[in-house]
């Protein structure tokens, strides 16, 4: 097993992306100082991870997680199963029949009239400071108003480029978002029953781990309390994921919630749409108009 790990996560060192680099929004990389001294969001993103896949996988820093974590692994993630509805669903917090994505392009939005978590944050709280990695370009176009909004090469580089702000400035709000398991589902199948799929959600744990170790650290040295939300856009079924609306393996995925007091608890049904508000409460913002959801604590 941790043959294998490591030897995809030599593979995941390598994967070509530049072809994939739609400079369709400015890099902005301004390492602004948190201002929030306590409350702070980590979300994560795992492009791809069924949740079968997810439960069979090895995955002790998900496990650690856990622990003071609301999960659920039957979350509805909507219609429209690609990723740009999917993420569109959870960082704006309504589904596609408001946002208006149903393909994995930007056409038609409506995110003036239903703005992202960090456009409603600041409007709330100016100088809150928050930030976007990613090694899959349109995950950048789906927030705006960040201080620092990158793309890599791969899920190493995002990791610790997070790693690296963390200490640096710690901005109030961070957002990673990992492709390679969406990358090997594509390649050899969507399904706890390849090997390499459930080794690309290995890997990622093992990035998570790198970035909690950070986390708790800062924890115990600063009093800061992080809320880690860890979610997926979607499952798939065979090679792909599009058009499966129907398929509980592509549309139910699994969903996180940690509190460093949190207490393990796992809920059977619960939207993708819910995520936004429970994460705008822990920064004690509530009662945002239009959103579809309700906060989970
Ligand atoms: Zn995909």
């Known amino acids: 097993m941790l043959k294998s790990l490591v ?6 060192f390598g994967v070509i992306s530049c072809d994939r680099f739609n400079p369709g929004k400015e890099i902005i990389t301004n390492c602004v100082q948190g201002s929030e001294p306590t409350k702070k969001i980590l979300f994560i993103g795992w492009d791809g991870v069924r949740s079968d896949a997810l439960q069979q996988a090895n995955t002790p820093n998900l496990d650690s997680l856990l622990q003071n974590s609301l999960v659920s692994y039957n979350c509805d993630r909507g219609e429209h199963t690609v ?15 408001k946002h208006n994505l149903k ?33 899959w370009d349109d995950f950048l176009r789906i927030t705006s108003n960040e201080n620092y909004a990158q793309r890599y090469e791969n ?20 957002f990673l978002h990992l492709d390679y398991p969406d990358y090997i589902g594509h390649r050899l199948g969507f399904s706890p029953d390849i090997i390499e799929y459930i080794g690309a959600i290995e890997v990622a744990d093992f990035y998570l781990g790198q970035v ?7 924890e115990s040295s600063f009093s800061e309390e992080w809320m880690v939300v860890l979610t997926t856009d ?5 090679t792909g994921h599009g058009g499966q609306d129907h398929l509980t393996q592509t549309r139910k ?10 207490i393990q608890q796992v809920i059977n049904e619960l939207n993708s749409v819910d995520l936004m508000p429970t994460m705008l409460k822990w920064l004690d913002i509530i009662g945002v108009p239009n959103l579809d959801g309700t906060p989970l604590i």
Request: aromatic share 8%; glycine share 6%; with cysteine.
């Open 155 to 174: 899920d190493q580089q995002v990791t610790s480029a997070a790693i690296q702000l963390l200490n640096d400035c710690t901005p109030d709000m961070m």
């Open 103 to 135: 393909e994995n392009s930007f056409r038609n939005n409506r995110y003036d009239d239903y703005p992202d978590i960090i456009t409603i944050t600041k409007q709330f709280k100016p100088n809150l400071s928050a930030t976007v990695l990613t090694n």
């Open 7 to 12: 030897f995809l996560i030599v593979i995941s």
């Open 83 to 97: 990723s740009v509805p999917g993420w569109s669903t959870v960082l704006h917090g309504v589904w596609p029949a």
């Open 212 to 218: 909690m170790e950070v986390i708790r650290e800062r």
């Open 253 to 262: 995925v699994w969903t996180v919630v940690r509190t460093p007091n949190g």
């Open 234 to 238: 979607h499952g798939g079924n065979g």
